[in-house]
């Protein structure tokens, strides 16, 4: 076991005794991955106890688990029953945001008695990145610009959204990613209007607006960036919504600091945005975490509670949009340093145009 794998399951059993927790059964793919390295986190569980810590998985994995786990593996079908076994006495936790009704139900029978039911133990400890997840990040980034320099060398008229993601996919997989962090978005014209629209078959055309929201996964680890850019040349009203979108984005990156309340960086951007008369076109947050998952704790958003520090990775990405005519979204993926922050995205996002003489 390396000391970042070492460090993490101390900080744990910080958390549990803090719980008065004498084991917990880790069953979120995401925390059996960040304590115990195993790529296949959704058929394995991990077992954490104040003395031992083990990783529970089946047959199929004899092999991976011997050469991934930092953890020693118990390989067998009934992970239950070990569990049962190897944290017989005193008081046992599960992650009730992931244990079904069903699987806690079966726990209680094995155990004897009802499981504690935690919420956000180790997705709270997961917040910040200790130095080998912010280079996996740094990483994953990084080989997010390069895909999406690539891909948008293929955009012009005539040229379907689903085409230019898939080419973003590609590059990802050919260049060495897992693949991506999530479905990209590739939305052209109105439905540049739509935060999540996916890439359809519709055509990509000049005069349009077109957003492209994407991000490549490195070693388990998430990137996520958005730029949006012209395909030839757009009207004035199209361009103005985009140098709004810029200035609010620029100056909520700014306010990015170790100690910042989250909720100060997102009214950063809608108070930018409400002057220029957009307040109500900005629907969604200002961002989230990033790390294992695409979306982590903390979020960036005006009800939030959560505060900076050092060592978080989180998206800054303000957007505005009116359905049926166009959005616009610009996003940066940042780490938080003990000064200010790191930008980790590194795709021009000025103006652009693209596919066409401007």
């Known amino acids: ?27 979120l793919p995401a925390n059996v991955r960040w304590l115990s390295g195993f790529t296949s986190p959704e058929d394995a569980r991990v077992l954490v106890t104040l003395e031992d810590a083990w990783l529970l998985t089946d047959g199929r994995y004899i092999a991976q688990a011997d050469a991934e786990s930092h953890l020693p593996a118990v390989i067998e079908r009934d992970w239950m029953r070990i569990a049962a076994e190897r944290a017989k006495d005193g008081q046992v936790g599960v992650e009730a945001e992931h244990v079904t009704l069903a699987t806690g139900t079966k726990l209680e029978h094995h155990f004897g008695r009802d499981p504690i039911r935690t919420e956000g133990l180790i997705a709270r400890l997961r917040r910040t990145k200790d130095d080998a997840e912010s280079d996996a990040i740094r990483r ?48 052209s014209g109105p439905r540049s209007a739509m935060p999540h629209g996916l890439a359809s078959s519709k055509v990509i055309e000049a005069g ?34 985009f140098d709004a979108v810029l200035e609010a984005q620029v100056a909520s990156l700014a306010a990015v600091a170790p ?9 950063v951007a809608r108070d930018i945005l409400t002057r220029h008369g957009l307040g109500e076109a900005f629907a969604h947050s200002l961002g989230h975490g990033v790390g294992l998952e695409i979306h982590e704790a903390p979020g960036l958003a005006p009800r939030s509670e959560d505060v900076l520090e050092a060592g978080m990775a989180v998206t800054i990405e303000p957007g505005a949009y009116h359905p049926g ?34």
């Open 259 to 267: 100690g910042t309340p989250t909720r100060d960086v997102d009214a």
């Open 140 to 187: 994953a980034a990084a080989l997010t610009d390069r895909a999406y320099e690539h891909a948008l060398g293929m955009v012009r008229p005539g040229v379907r959204e689903l085409d230019v993601a898939l080419e973003i996919e590609r590059f990802v997989r050919s260049e060495g990613g897992d693949g991506m962090a999530f479905d990209v978005i590739v939305a």
């Open 325 to 358: 005519d166009a959005g616009v979204r610009i996003e940066d993926l940042a780490l938080v340093t003990e000064d200010g922050y790191e930008v980790l995205s590194h795709a021009p996002k000025g103006w652009r145009t693209v596919g066409v003489d401007a």
């Open 1 to 27: 076991m390396n000391d970042a794998h070492r460090n993490r399951l101390t900080r744990v059993r910080h958390a549990m005794q803090e719980r008065e927790l004498d084991a917990l059964v880790v069953t």
């Open 208 to 241: 349009e607006l077109l957003t492209i929201d994407m991000g490549a996964r490195v070693d388990g680890y998430c990137a996520d960036m958005t730029r949006t850019v012209g395909v030839g040349t757009v009207s004035d009203a199209h361009r103005a919504l």
